[in-house]
């Protein structure tokens, strides 16, 4: 397990920080100045030390050189914690000698492949470069989203995707997937970056059924107020590229490729209930799972029809 140091004043921020990679199965130590954090540092010897710039007495580009100076920390990746830079802040930040820095407010995606990132490399920058690798990617939505907006009121959509998106997202930390994107109903999940795993596909399918059986209840409280919904989902198997997007002051992490688009076309497939995977998907899950045939589907933007199955649930173990 990883010890990552925190160095940090402001309380709100060491929290959030705390409770994410807490969540993500790191190991913490805090410190509220730099000069803790510097005599903690040595007395523990880290694996990445996240550094505020902005701390009360000794700031963070002044602790940096102390740890560098030191050989017990000299070689500890540091990344700092900063406010919005503009580029030629980032530079000076870089030309200190940090190994990487992580911009408040905190994206979640890019924060944890950046502390990933320095932990495996001993650079936080390398990781947000475009890179390819193979992800399983788990794409829902609603069946009957449409209709609901149509004649619900906007508060009453506000509170349906809030009760979601809250049980949703509990579901992706639980399963170690990696948010892409919330947009409305649709929700994106990708497996195996920013952080490597040993069985992506399987951990994907196993998020899928996941949502698929904490839906029902949700849709039970609107069914009683007159409104029919149903969880679909499609799951898929392929190389992409990733990596970080957008402009200064909202930069986001993403993954490109034919693989996230076969998965949205699998969910659009997918009645209300059923988890839609493709062949590769299959391949890798098919002695775990209880699933049958469907297809070759026609999907839209595919010009190849698409072999499908429809997984039911994971096999009891023997």
């Known amino acids: 397990m990883s010890l990552i140091l925190i160095v940090e004043d402001n309380e709100k921020n060491m929290k959030l920080v705390r409770d994410i990679l807490q969540a ?11 000069e803790d954090g510097i005599k903690l540092a040595l007395e523990r010897v880290p694996d990445l030390v996240l550094m505020d710039i902005q701390l009360p007495g000794m700031n963070g580009m002044e602790a940096l050189k102390v740890l560098r100076a030191e050989p017990k920390t000299a070689k500890v990746p540091v990344v ?21 820095f992580i911009e408040k407010p905190i994206n979640l995606k ?26 399983s990617v788990v794409f829902i939505d609603l069946r009957g989203f449409t209709a609901f907006t149509d004649r619900a009121e906007p508060e009453e959509v506000m509170e349906l995707l809030r009760a979601y998106h809250a049980d949703m997202g509990r579901i992706i930390l639980e399963h170690g997937g990696t948010l892409e994107r919330f947009a409305g109903d649709a929700i994106m999940v990708f497996f195996n970056d920013p952080v490597p795993m040993e069985k992506p596909a399987e951990n994907a399918v196993r998020m899928a059924l996941a949502m698929r059986d904490a839906f029902p209840p949700i849709a039970e409280t609107w069914s009683k107020r007159g409104y029919d919904l149903g969880l679909g989902c499609g799951v898929a198997q392929g190389y992409a590229t990733l990596g970080a997007i957008g402009f200064e002051g909202r930069w986001d992490y993403a993954a490109i490729g034919n693989v996230t688009n076969l998965a949205a076309r699998l969910c659009s497939e997918a009645v209300g209930g059923k988890v839609l995977v493709d062949r590769k998907i299959m391949a890798k899950v098919e002695g775990l799972v209880e699933a049958e045939p469907v297809g070759p589907l026609n999907l839209k933007g595919i010009a190849q029809p698409v072999p499908a199955f429809s997984v039911t649930g994971f096999r009891a173990a023997s």
Do not use: W
């Open 24 to 34: 993500k199965g790191y190991e913490i130590a805090e410190a509220g100045t730099a």
């Open 80 to 100: 700092a914690i900063t406010a919005s830079v503009m580029t030629q802040d980032r530079q000076q930040i870089m030309d200190t000698g940090f190994d990487g």
């Open 110 to 135: 890019l924060f944890l492949s950046t502390v990933q990132a320095a932990i495996t490399n001993g650079g936080g920058e390398e990781l947000l470069k475009t890179h390819r690798r193979e992800i």
